[in-house]
């Protein structure tokens, strides 16, 4: 299994990913799990995603296996010596809403940048049995210290926007929508009129 609950404290659940997911693993994640995620995950942002959906028109492969991987959206700064990537945070994840359904077509099993996504978005989540999760913003540096190898696999011209595979351990985030319909940032409204009444 490709997730697992590594601590449950008084309803706070830890949970360990690594991709390839199944759909299984996908329904084992609820809105406000924290998740550590190991293994491999891919970049793509904006300019990324609009090469992506180019070659879908055109008929064409990805140059990533997407069946159950973990798509973040992050555009890291220049590498230092000595460094294996940049500040890496996460990029408002709300651009990449219009292809996020693509994505998920080609089997991406997880989205990650920070904010919530659209109404279509939470859908296709649902649909698709795929969720998304947030980084917290600001945190860039500390969040490389997670990034053990990277690579450009695609689209390098593009400077910061290529495709990167990297390598990751114990990468922090939340989950933030559901394969369940399930909302965060719903249920933190929710609980902060609940409070204000």
Excluded at 120 to 130: D, E, F, K, T, Y
Excluded at 186 to 197: F, H, L, P
Aim: glycine residues 12%; proline residues 4%.
């Amino acid at each position: 299994m490709t997730v697992e609950l590594i601590q449950d404290e008084g309803g706070s659940r830890v949970m360990r990913v690594e991709a390839p997911l199944t759909d299984d693993d996908v329904l084992a994640l609820r809105a406000g799990d924290r998740v550590r995620i190991n293994g491999v995950i891919w970049t793509a942002r904006d300019a990324a995603h609009a090469r992506l959906a180019a070659l879908d028109a055109a008929g064409e492969g990805w140059p990533f296996p997407a069946e159950g991987a973990i798509l973040y959206y992050t555009g890291p700064t220049p590498t230092r010596p000595g460094q294996v990537i940049g500040s890496a945070g996460p990029t408002t994840a709300s651009r990449m809403d219009k292809l996020t359904e693509m994505t998920l077509l080609h089997g991406v099993k997880v989205v990650m940048g920070k904010g919530e996504r659209d109404v279509g978005v939470r859908s296709a989540l649902q649909a698709h049995r795929a969720v998304a999760l947030a980084c917290v913003g600001g945190l860039g540096a500390t969040l490389a210290r997670s990034i053990t190898a990277s690579e450009v696999v695609a689209f390098g011209e593009l400077g910061t926007e290529a495709i990167r595979r990297l390598e990751v351990t114990d990468f922090p985030a939340v989950v933030v929508h559901d394969a369940h319909g399930g909302d965060l940032y719903a249920e933190a409204r929710s609980r902060w009129r609940t409070k204000s009444a």
